[in-house]
């Protein structure tokens, strides 16, 4: 089974709900790996900035139009970003649950986080398989609800592009008078 740096298609949940964030729009990439979202969101003219600390995995980035890349580790440096610098917000396959309050303000009003990774459960599939990165049933909506208007929430088995259990959410921050879902 790939590891996540290893995935080459975005993730159908990622490329579902990209097209809420504002066309042009810069969009962060958190933990990016070797850049599939990445790549998706600037194919689509979105000004992405994508973040890891892999130094090897961006490396493949480097030369991609629409996408810059910064080398940081975010779970030992504190938050680099400004509140509000952001139209959209990606995290796929990745927790750090300390930086929920930061990934959340660093969107602008009408921002779109767009999130998706493992929960409990996953440890029948493999990795992650430690309980400090899964998430608790339910654990992704209640962080956001107070904070975004939630447009979606799943949770639960799904099949590829590995055997998983897995939560998504989609969010838009308050600032904006409609979302057209489509």
Same mark, same amino acid.
């Given at each position: ?10 993730? #159908? ?16 990439? #958190? ?152």
């Amino acid at each position: 089974m790939p590891s996540h740096h290893e995935l080459l298609s975005p993730s #159908l949940w990622v490329t579902r709900w990209a097209g809420l964030i504002r066309p042009g729009g810069t969009v962060l990439d #958190l933990a990016s790996g070797s850049g599939r979202h990445a790549r998706y969101l600037a194919a689509h003219g979105y000004d992405v900035m994508a973040v890891d600390r892999d130094e090897a995995a961006l490396a493949t980035l480097a030369s991609s139009p629409g996408v810059r890349v910064r080398v940081a580790d975010l779970e030992g440096t504190p938050w680099p970003f400004a509140p509000g610098e952001f139209d959209g917000v990606v995290v796929a396959n990745y927790l750090h649950r300390p930086l929920f309050a930061s990934l959340v303000d660093a969107l602008a009003p009408g921002g779109v986080l767009i999130y998706e990774t493992f929960m409990h459960g996953n440890e029948r599939f493999g990795r992650p398989s430690n309980p400090a990165f899964l998430l608790r049933p339910g654990e992704l909506l209640d962080l956001l609800r107070d904070r975004l208007t939630v447009v979606a929430f799943e949770q639960g088995y799904v099949p590829a592009p590995k055997p998983a259990m897995v939560q998504r959410a989609c969010g838009v921050r308050a600032g904006v008078e409609s979302v057209t879902i489509g």
